[in-house]
């Protein structure tokens, strides 16, 4: 037995949508008796199929996108971590700059600089 299977890109799969869809207008639905009730038929079953088509094409796009989405969250969580440690390391550096000036302005002897000095370090401690 041979594979009889086509196959279709996801816009090839949304132009013969448009041509069903297209079709599915152009039926005489308004014809007065059994011919319009036909035609509404073929209208509806030709508008039907185009919809399966249109949903066949979006099941192709994700398809196609969901490597790349893959690899942008994967992308997106490494980036948050290297963020975390940046604002850690941010953190590290405010602290060791409070420590420098402590140091500094007990060097300078500037003892009236010491206690806002020391607060300013307490509160970059607490916020590491």
């Known amino acids: 037995m041979t594979d009889t ?4 890109s996801a816009d090839e799969l949304v132009q013969l949508a448009k041509a069903l869809d297209d079709m599915a207008e152009a039926m ?9 009730l ?3 038929r073929w209208s509806q079953s030709l508008g ?20 790349p989405l893959a690899d942008i969250v994967v992308t997106t969580k490494e980036a948050t971590a290297a963020l975390a440690k940046i604002k850690a390391i941010d953190k590290i550096v405010e602290v060791v700059g409070d420590v420098m ?7 300078l ?3 009236n600089l010491v206690l806002p ?3 300013e370090l307490r509160n970059d ?3 590491v």
């Open 5 to 8: 299977t086509l196959a279709y």
């Open 125 to 127: 401690i607490r916020s």
């Open 48 to 67: 039907g199929a185009a919809q399966n088509l249109l949903l066949m094409a979006q099941r192709d796009y994700l398809a196609d996108t969901t490597e």
């Open 117 to 119: 000095t020391v607060k």
């Open 28 to 36: 005489p639905v308004g014809a007065p008796g059994p011919d319009g």
């Open 109 to 111: 002897q500037k003892w």
């Open 101 to 107: 000036l402590l140091a500094t302005v007990i060097w």
């Open 38 to 40: 036909t035609a509404m």
